[in-house]
């Protein structure tokens, strides 16, 4: 079964400053799909950023940005120049390739980090 | 947004009563999900469904039962609602066979007393 870990149950970062999201997982899958989703007080729940784990490219939206470490297990999310409306409940989430045995397409959690952007 | 509803927004229930949420979906989506939330569980698949009257189990199935007879609505069914069903429920779809993303429903705040 996988698992998915976040080990940083809460975080704060400086308004502008740059802020780094720990995130692994555990599978003896090779092909799966890996996001990030932000969770603002208002408790919906917004796709920031995915990342395939068959291509070695990070994947990048605007400020947010993923360090891919396949080997490891590991994908962070990096936060750059951050502002006040990034302080969110941010969730790991891991899903199965669709073509290799994954046709639920239910994605699994970590159970998230709580990150506050003080002005 | 993906043009997704949920109904009720926030509900109160007593112990042993039976409860019924509604996911409505605009745009024909075949795959849809419901998940529950909470404190230090992250989110958590409960029921999931492929396709009209097509319906699997989760990872937390147990205490729910799910139905879809039509493809914009899927309902999630607590027969006798416990304290421990208390928790954030949520939606989701999927936009099609080959789509790995999801999108998520506003939630539903349930609190069985």
């Known amino acids: 079964a996988q698992t998915v870990t976040q080990s940083q149950p809460e975080m704060s970062v400086q308004e502008a400053e740059t802020v780094t999201l720990s995130c692994t997982y555990d599978?003896?899958?090779?092909?799966?799909?890996l996001f990030w989703y932000k969770q603002p007080p208002s408790r919906q729940m917004i796709l920031v950023i995915r990342q395939e784990a068959y291509k070695q490219q990070n994947a990048t939206e605007n400020r947010f940005s993923v360090n891919f470490q396949k080997a490891a297990k590991s994908f962070s999310l990096k936060i750059s120049d951050s502002q006040l409306g990034d302080t969110a409940m941010y969730f790991c989430a891991f899903m199965k390739d669709l073509n290799y045995g994954g046709s639920q397409g239910n994605l699994i959690f970590g159970k998230g980090t709580k990150l506050s952007v003080k002005p | 947004d993906a043009g997704i509803t949920q109904s009720p927004r926030h509900k109160v229930t007593e112990t042993g009563t039976p409860v019924t949420l509604r996911c409505h979906q605009t745009?024909?989506?075949?795959?849809m999900y419901w998940y529950r939330q909470d404190p230090g569980h992250g989110l958590r698949l409960i029921h999931y469904?492929?396709?009209?009257?097509?319906?699997d189990k989760g990872e937390v199935s147990d205490g729910y039962s799910v139905s879809r007879s039509k493809t914009e609505d899927f309902l999630l069914t607590l027969e006798s609602a416990t304290s421990s069903q208390t928790s954030v429920y949520f939606c989701?779809?999927?936009?099609?066979?080959?789509?790995?993303?999801?999108?998520f429903g506003p939630g539903t705040r349930l609190t069985v007393t």
């Open positions: 599978t003896s899958e090779n092909n799966y799909y």
């Open positions: 989701a779809i999927r936009l099609d066979r080959n789509s790995y993303e999801q999108y």
């Open positions: 469904s492929y396709g009209v009257k097509d319906t």
């Open positions: 745009e024909n989506h075949r795959y």
